[in-house]
């Protein structure tokens, strides 16, 4: 983590400073915050987000309640040392609404548009990298979830016996629908083994880019 010298920082009158915080892989902005002295120090030191509310007047931590903590990978101040950038891994989600991120709204000459969601033409655009980064960090997630509420969830409490076992049901039932099926149905088994496979990168704690990096040690 970049060394941070507090004192070089500039807080406001309240004794407080924006901190915008930032997914270290896809730098995605995620949300914007508070911090104090105390809640920056407290970050410092435990490797994860403490702000201030300014609302409930107190030191919290990022997902104390919601189980969405970020894990803090680096820190830096702008030039005029008046706000920070937490660059984080992000466990869960960062919005209270249940979003990715709290910067879900673009503002167009139309006023307040939500930006669309996994599925809609605009990520479509954005290619199947896109996509699956997206569909990675929500597996992951349900990893905090109720089995009961959550089908990936299930997953993850029977462990790898059921895991392995989708993964070979869900891998011959691709290899019958390229043999008999419909373009449509060979499309949606590909999906299925795709998830299942995700879910079990998820189980073993290997991230996206470890298979990324495999693959162009492959590339010839």
């Known amino acids: 983590m970049t060394e941070i010298d507090i004192s070089q920082l500039k807080f406001d009158r309240d004794g407080l400073i924006p901190a ?3 997914d270290f892989r896809s730098r995605e902005v995620l949300m914007l915050a508070y911090m104090s002295r105390e809640s920056l120090q407290k970050t410092l ?32 101040y702008d030039c005029d040392a008046d706000c920070l950038l937490v660059l984080v891994e992000q466990v869960g ?36 990298d896109h996509v699956l980064k997206e569909l990675f960090r929500v597996i992951k997630s349900r990893k905090k979830f109720s089995p ?4 990936t969830a299930s997953l993850f409490k029977a462990g790898p016996s059921k895991i392995l076992a989708k993964v070979t049901e869900e891998s011959g039932e691709v290899v019958e629908a390229a043999r008999e099926g419909s373009r449509e149905n060979l499309i949606h088994e590909i999906a299925d083994v795709i998830y299942h496979l995700l879910v079990l990168t998820a189980f073993k704690d290997i991230e996206l880019e470890d298979i990324a990096r495999e693959l162009i040690r492959r590339r010839k």
């Open 20 to 22: 915008i915080v930032q």
């Open 45 to 76: 030191e435990t490797g994860r987000t403490w702000f201030y509310s300014r609302s409930r007047e107190r030191l919290w931590m990022k997902g104390e309640s919601s189980g969405n903590y970020q894990l803090v990978k680096d820190m830096r």
């Open 93 to 128: 989600v960062a919005c209270h609404t249940g979003e990715r991120s709290c910067f879900f709204s673009s503002l167009t000459g139309r006023g307040m548009v939500k930006t669309p969601g996994i599925g809609s033409e605009a990520e479509e655009a954005e290619g199947l």
């Open 148 to 151: 009961q509420t959550s089908y």
